[in-house]
């Protein structure tokens, strides 16, 4: 059980080093963009490869209610949190209609999309990226493997991750969407 622990520790761990040493810059200018969406009155729309929808939920909360101090909300939702809206696409036959047919309800006003997403893309994800227009930046967060996830005129930033267990990426997107939270958070607010 020790060993176990050791292992998925030092895995972790491993993970986070490799976002400072690989994905540092890459995180800051995603900070950057969100934090000049944001100051043009945009907003962050978030969604997540089935169990990553938690860590969308998660990250949306964060930017929408605070970290680690009080400050101004900031625009920010999750695709898929609603049950209702869901259940009735699936009565439908529409499940792949369930995150792009919310974003188009979402997205009239400026906006950068965040997806987490594992190794399998789900009909839902690629019919959501399918819907963004072009102008709108598309930041995907996840195993390197997307081919073809992204529009060719869409600005796609990428912090791509080897493929590792589902619960290794649930943490790193959960740290990558803190660590993103707290970069905007410092440029908009000083802190």
Do not use: W
């Amino acid at each position: 059980m020790q060993e176990r622990l050791s292992n998925s520790c030092h895995q972790i761990s491993s993970l986070v080093s490799e976002l400072t040493d690989k994905h540092g810059d890459t995180l800051i200018k995603i900070g950057h963009e969100l934090a000049e969406t944001f100051n043009r009155g945009g907003q962050l729309i978030l969604a997540g490869d089935g169990a990553l929808q938690a860590i969308a939920q998660q990250t949306a909360t964060a930017f929408s209610h605070r970290l680690g101090f009080e400050r101004p909300p900031l625009p920010a939702l999750a695709l898929g949190g609603d049950p209702i809206f869901t259940a009735a696409l699936l009565a439908d036959h529409k499940p792949q209609e369930i995150l792009a047919r919310e974003y188009r309800t979402h997205s009239e006003r400026e906006h950068i999309v965040l997806i987490f997403c594992s190794k399998k893309q789900s009909p839902q994800i690629r019919h959501l990226t399918e819907q963004i227009e072009d102008n709108s930046a598309l930041i995907l967060i996840g195993p390197t493997d997307r081919e073809g996830l992204a529009q060719e005129a869409q600005q796609v930033l990428n912090l791509n991750f080897p493929e590792e267990s589902p619960a290794r990426l649930a943490e790193i997107g959960l740290i990558c969407g803190h660590l993103l939270c707290e970069l905007v958070e410092g440029e908009l607010f000083g802190v």
